[in-house]
């Protein structure tokens, strides 16, 4: 009720705006949970990074992404922050500060909801590149006794002309008085003129996104939330809205300056010259709290596309995440990008006395797709996200995947060399930040099945003497003698077609053993040619 009250009571503007972003919002919503959501959402393709270890690999950006799947942020902030929750790792207890804040704010519809319509439109957003280079600018700021004496200033200057006006003092003596102080005025703000400029140009530009904020500040401090994440976040934010709100109002009369009615009161009462001091001030006193409220906003949003998925997913689990290293034991693992009817599910166990997966089988049988399954609930796992999995357990692993190499006109690097390149970034991570997952398509594919071979052993003997575990696939078999040498605890499984006759009549289900199938000529075969 009394959310529907202060609805009321918002402009008839604001409350038709606020109606139409939940219905969007909302509509939305039903199209994720029917799959029809792909290239209706943001793709997040600007938060893309070059050389990472595996966001291209795993679809985390672009069209019919993750992110595009996860993402309910009204916020640029909120955006990057989420991107950020599927790029970059964090300690364990982050991951688990960042489950239980999902498994609360899960059932909260109605505050996702409203989160969705912050801000009188749509377009309205807030970039944190915007309030960054606000706040990076030199500050200008004058002494507080100089703004005072303005205030005072102007104010006399108001008084006299009203008294001139209403002819309380000698018309004569008003037709004097008035040029004198028009022109001590002028002179005033020819002494400012430079300062005034720049800080009005940066703040028309703040001015509509900081209102989105401030509305987002404002519903966030209103909430009694209760894991130790979400207290410390509302608690942080507490005060920051009636800070933001006399900046806003500082925007605001500098936005009506701009207006025809309000630009000659304005030259009299020194109006752009107070505010942009003004407007100085209150960045020096809280500029470093703005990019915290930022911060937490951000985090904010990002938590909630988080929570938002899982109310979506309501099948999916939340993974446990242990201190055990090397360990990755999944049953019903599936792809979280792929319908839930359509996608096959399958165990993959990876534990200290089995390391590596060797995976073989025939074209098109769902190698790649599981090794995407794997590494993209991985990235849900460790952004705090529950997984599509009916149960997960996995260490705190650095995870690196390549799946997806290719050539570059560009860099002047084959696709061959593009997979070195990953191969030893990679290494280099199992080096650094032990114990690594890796993940590897068609180890190799782009040079002869001798040289193949010795390569992609000498690669995974490294990673596996490095503490990593993971997995590579093939439809070379000579490969899979890896799995079988010493030292590599390796387990041979495959997936393969039906059998030579029907060569795209697949299960995609994982089986043990090397693959004893071949589908390569039956698919040549199938377009008019005889092998």
């Known amino acids: 009720m009394n959310r529907q009250l202060a609805e009321f009571a918002l402009p008839f503007g604001k409350r038709r705006a606020t109606v139409r972003m939940r219905r969007d919002f909302n509509e939305a919503g039903v199209a994720r949970m029917t799959g029809e959501w792909s290239g209706t959402g943001w793709s997040g393709e600007e938060f893309r990074r070059d050389h990472h270890l595996y966001e291209n690999d795993l679809d985390l950006f672009g069209e019919g992404s993750m992110f595009e799947r996860l993402c309910i942020a009204r916020t640029h902030v909120g955006r990057q922050r989420l991107a950020e929750f599927l790029q970059d790792p964090v300690p364990l207890e982050e991951v688990l500060a960042r489950q239980e804040a999902v498994r609360e704010l899960q059932p909260m519809i109605t505050l996702r909801e409203e989160m969705a319509s912050v801000g009188q439109f749509q377009f309205r957003d807030a970039k944190r590149e915007s309030f960054d280079a606000w706040l990076a600018q030199p500050l200008q700021v004058t002494p507080k006794w100089i703004r005072k004496l303005l205030m005072v200033w102007s104010g006399v200057v108001v008084i006299l002309l009203l008294l001139g006006l209403f002819q309380v003092i000698p018309r004569e003596e008003a037709v004097q008085l008035g040029p004198v102080l028009l022109g001590l005025n002028l002179t005033l703000g020819l002494m400012f003129q430079e300062q005034a400029k720049r800080v009005t140009a940066s703040a028309l530009l703040l001015s509509t996104e900081t209102g989105v904020i401030l509305e987002g500040l404002a519903l966030m401090e209103r909430q009694t939330l209760q894991t130790a994440k979400l207290r410390a976040i509302t608690e942080k934010a507490r005060g920051a809205t009636s800070k933001l709100r006399s900046l806003e109002r500082l925007f605001h009369i500098l936005e009506e300056r701009q207006k025809d009615w309000f630009y000659v009161p304005s030259l009299i009462v020194l109006c752009s010259t107070q505010c942009t001091l003004a407007i100085e001030a209150w960045r020096a006193e809280h500029g470093a709290a703005l990019r915290e409220w930022l911060d937490l906003w951000a985090e904010f949003e990002a938590l909630q596309s988080l929570a938002g998925y899982a109310w979506e997913n309501p099948d999916d689990v939340i993974p446990e995440l242990l201190r055990q290293e090397p360990l990755f034991d999944a049953r019903g693992l599936a792809h979280p990008l792929l319908p839930v009817a359509i996608a096959v599910r399958n165990d993959f166990q990876l534990s200290p006395v089995q390391r590596l997966y060797v995976i073989s089988g025939s074209n098109m049988a769902g190698k790649s797709t599981l090794l995407r399954a794997v590494g993209l609930n ?138 004893q199938e071949s589908n390569a000529l039956a698919i040549v075969r199938m377009t008019g040619v005889e092998v």
């Open 378 to 515: 991985t990235v849900l796992a460790y952004a705090g996200a529950p997984v599509r999995a009916t149960s997960l357990r996995l260490s705190h692993f650095s995870l690196g995947a390549s799946l997806r190499t290719a050539d570059s006109v560009q860099e002047g690097r084959s696709r061959f060399m593009a997979e070195v390149s990953r191969l030893k970034g990679i290494l280099e991570l199992a080096r650094d930040h032990p114990p690594a997952l890796f993940l590897v398509d068609e180890i190799f594919s782009g040079t002869n099945s001798r040289d193949r071979r010795a390569a992609a052993e000498g690669v995974v003997r490294a990673l596996l003497q490095r503490g990593a575990a993971g997995a590579i696939s093939t439809h070379d078999l000579a490969l899979t003698e890896i799995a079988d040498l010493p030292g590599m605890a390796g387990v041979n499984v495959h997936m393969a077609s039906g059998g030579e006759d029907d060569p795209l009549r697949f299960d995609y289900v994982l089986k043990a053993g090397v693959t």
